[in-house]
């Protein structure tokens, strides 16, 4: 689904755009078919929605999309740095990529996203990787069609890592998803968890404007989509670098989002805890629209880690907020991120972090072993975990996660829960899917219904990652 944005801001670039419209017209003459594109994201919704754009981007300038690698004329790793095993794997695939090259001299080959953010990657990529054309950051999605100009027409390596600090708006964008879509909110966090790489890769926090949002918002309606989920690294504090009052603003946003016609649910993430304002909290309890769903990463049940990790919160103000979200939105849903074998955590450290994770109950929780990344203070620190620890500390986590998600899964057995259609089940097609409100998966008999119809389910089933459940009407 191409999606293009009435924000004229794109057309900028339109001399680019044009040369390079022109330049894959010849190139189909020559070849027999059109220029074939391969865009491939790792890591996280946010960069999944720039892959769109890249691809989008691609697109709009007359290539073609394809899904393997081996068919394409321009190839695309969109690339994440949050953890070093997602940049290992990167470099492991454009390793690979030499051969195709060879095989296939005209192959424009791109690396963008986090990780080029890094200087030491963008020196390793060009000393180590010649047979890559096109090293860019995040900013850069809109200077593509150029770049990608200058590899074909000069037959020279391009490294663009100017734009951190820019936010391209009007990009088009290629979704894969018909009725759900991500709408980027800000870009960057002032934050600097001590054991993140995000605040020097992405910069300080920079928020669209709300007509820039909701352009995006009103076109994605049109073309048929039905639920939004707005992404940043710390929405809560929207609009807080121009002086606007971080949750009220965010707040407010949200109000706005909800007006847009045709949109059914809106969701977003994430929320930093320091920063989660009661004025954000009543706008999920008070809209309909607003799912009931909060994502509030912890990261460590116990004080002194936090303390140490810079998150700006202690173990007793989590579970005040906690308190009052699960006081002011019954039956919310509340998922969180937590890391394992933070440098110097003990063993009691661990043991306090576990019993509060196995007090705060979460319905679902993101797991990820602690990753030592060259720049934050934390990889500094000589107390680092071993391995063996932080996987044994990492297995007793997941029995804990595991056993609440599945309780919190169980207490809806009987429930009506309103569940938005999706389609068939992709690992079970005999069965259809959708999604409740707070994002599980429910498995239901085949109905006469479309994506997006918005439908009551009775779960009968509960398993710890869905649910399964009964049809009762159509909304
Ligand atoms: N801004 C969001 C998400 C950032 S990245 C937030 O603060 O919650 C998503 C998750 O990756 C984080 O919540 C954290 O749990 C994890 N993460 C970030 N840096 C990490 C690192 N160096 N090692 C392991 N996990 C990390
Ligand atoms: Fe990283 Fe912390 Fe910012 Fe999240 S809030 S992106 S964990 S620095």
């Given at each position: 689904?191409?999606?293009?944005?009435?924000?004229?801001?794109?057309?900028?670039?339109?001399?680019?755009?044009?040369?390079?419209?022109?330049?894959?017209?010849?190139?189909?003459?020559?070849?027999?078919?059109?220029?074939?594109?391969?865009?491939?994201?790792?890591?996280?919704?946010?960069?999944?929605?720039?892959?769109?754009?890249?691809?989008?981007?691609?697109?709009?300038?007359?290539?073609?999309?394809?899904?393997?690698?081996?068919?394409?004329?321009?190839?695309?790793?969109?690339?994440?740095?949050?953890?070093?095993?997602?940049?290992?794997?990167?470099?492991?695939?454009?390793?690979?990529?030499?051969?195709?090259?060879?095989?296939?001299?005209?192959?424009?080959?791109?690396?963008?996203?986090?990780?080029?953010?890094?200087?030491?990657?963008?020196?390793?990529?060009?000393?180590?990787?010649?047979?890559?054309?096109?090293?860019?950051?995040?900013?850069?999605?809109?200077?593509?069609?150029?770049?990608?100009?200058?590899?074909?027409?000069?037959?020279?390596?391009?490294?663009?890592?100017?734009?951190?600090?820019?936010?391209?708006?009007?990009?088009?964008?290629?979704?894969?998803?018909?009725?759900?879509?991500?709408?980027?909110?800000?870009?960057?966090c002032n934050n600097f968890c001590s054991y993140c790489i995000v605040p020097y890769?992405?910069?300080?926090?920079?928020?669209?404007?709300?007509?820039?949002?909701?352009?995006?918002?009103?076109?994605?309606?049109?073309?048929?989509?039905?639920?939004?989920?707005?992404?940043?690294?710390n929405?809560?504090?929207?609009?807080?670098?121009?002086?606007?009052?971080?949750?009220?603003?965010?707040?407010?946003?949200?109000?706005?989002?909800?007006?847009?016609?045709?949109?059914?649910?809106?969701?977003?993430?994430?929320?930093h805890p320091k920063?989660?304002?009661?004025?954000?909290?009543?706008?999920?309890?008070?809209?309909?629209?607003?799912?009931?769903?909060?994502?509030?990463p912890?990261q460590s049940?116990c004080t002194e880690t936090l303390r140490q990790m810079n998150r700006k919160y202690t173990?007793?103000?989590?579970?005040?907020?906690?308190?009052?979200?699960?006081?002011?939105?019954?039956?919310?849903?509340?998922?969180?991120?937590?890391i394992?074998?933070f440098p110097g955590?003990?063993?009691?450290?661990?043991?306090?972090?576990?019993?509060?994770?196995?007090?705060?109950?979460?319905?679902?929780?993101?797991?990820?072993?602690?990753?030592?990344r060259?720049?934050t203070p934390a990889a500094k620190r000589?107390?680092?975990?071993?391995?063996?620890?932080?996987?044994?500390?990492?297995?007793?986590?997941?029995?804990?996660?595991?056993?609440?998600?599945?309780?919190?899964?169980?207490?809806?057995?009987?429930?009506?829960?309103?569940?938005?259609?999706?389609?068939?089940?992709?690992?079970?097609?005999?069965?259809?899917?959708?999604?409740?409100?707070?994002?599980?998966?429910?498995?239901?008999?085949?109905?006469?219904?479309?994506?997006?119809?918005?439908?009551?389910?009775?779960?009968?089933?509960?398993?710890?990652?869905?649910?399964?459940?009964?049809?009762?009407?159509?909304?």
């Amino acid at each position: 689904m191409q999606i293009k944005y009435p924000v004229d801001k794109y057309s900028d670039h339109s001399g680019a755009i044009h040369r390079l419209q022109e330049l894959n017209r010849q190139f189909a003459i020559e070849h027999g078919h059109p220029r074939k594109a391969y865009v491939q994201t790792f890591g996280c919704q946010m960069s999944e929605e720039e892959g769109e754009k890249i691809l989008g981007v691609l697109l709009d300038s007359s290539m073609v999309e394809v899904n393997t690698q081996d068919e394409a004329d321009v190839i695309i790793y969109n690339t994440c740095c949050v953890r070093e095993n997602a940049e290992q794997k990167v470099y492991g695939h454009v390793g690979v990529l030499k051969g195709l090259k060879k095989r296939k001299p005209h192959l424009i080959i791109g690396i963008m996203g986090c990780m080029t953010q890094q200087p030491t990657v963008v020196e390793e990529l060009k000393r180590s990787y010649r047979h890559v054309d096109i090293i860019a950051g995040t900013g850069n999605i809109n200077n593509l069609p150029d770049m990608v100009c200058q590899v074909i027409e000069k037959g020279r390596r391009v490294a663009d890592l100017s734009g951190t600090e820019r936010i391209a708006e009007g990009t088009p964008k290629e979704s894969h998803g018909n009725i759900k879509a991500w709408v980027t909110i800000m870009y960057g966090c002032n934050n600097f968890c001590s054991y993140c790489i995000v605040p020097y890769v992405r910069g300080r926090e920079r928020s669209r404007s709300v007509e820039d949002i909701m352009a995006e918002v009103t076109s994605l309606a049109k073309a048929g989509v039905q639920e939004i989920t707005l992404l940043g690294q710390n929405v809560n504090s929207y609009g807080s670098e121009r002086g606007l009052p971080g949750g009220q603003a965010f707040a407010e946003l949200l109000h706005t989002v909800c007006q847009v016609e045709g949109i059914k649910r809106v969701r977003f993430m994430t929320s930093h805890p320091k920063d989660l304002s009661d004025e954000i909290i009543e706008a999920v309890a008070t809209e309909p629209k607003m799912c009931k769903q909060i994502h509030l990463p912890l990261q460590s049940g116990c004080t002194e880690t936090l303390r140490q990790m810079n998150r700006k919160y202690t173990a007793d103000q989590y579970r005040a907020l906690l308190a009052k979200i699960r006081d002011r939105i019954p039956g919310v849903t509340v998922s969180t991120d937590l890391i394992t074998g933070f440098p110097g955590e003990t063993d009691e450290q661990h043991k306090e972090s576990m019993a509060f994770i196995e007090e705060c109950a979460f319905d679902m929780a993101y797991i990820f072993i602690y990753s030592r990344r060259t720049g934050t203070p934390a990889a500094k620190r000589e107390d680092q975990i071993p391995e063996d620890v932080v996987h044994a500390r990492f297995e007793e986590m997941q029995k804990i996660i595991t056993d609440s998600s599945y309780k919190s899964s169980k207490a809806q057995e009987g429930t009506v829960l309103t569940v938005m259609h999706e389609g068939p089940s992709q690992s079970n097609p005999s069965m259809m899917t959708g999604r409740t409100e707070g994002n599980k998966i429910v498995l239901y008999s085949h109905q006469d219904c479309k994506p997006g119809d918005i439908l009551k389910v009775r779960i009968d089933t509960a398993k710890t990652w869905y649910l399964e459940g009964t049809v009762i009407t159509e909304d």
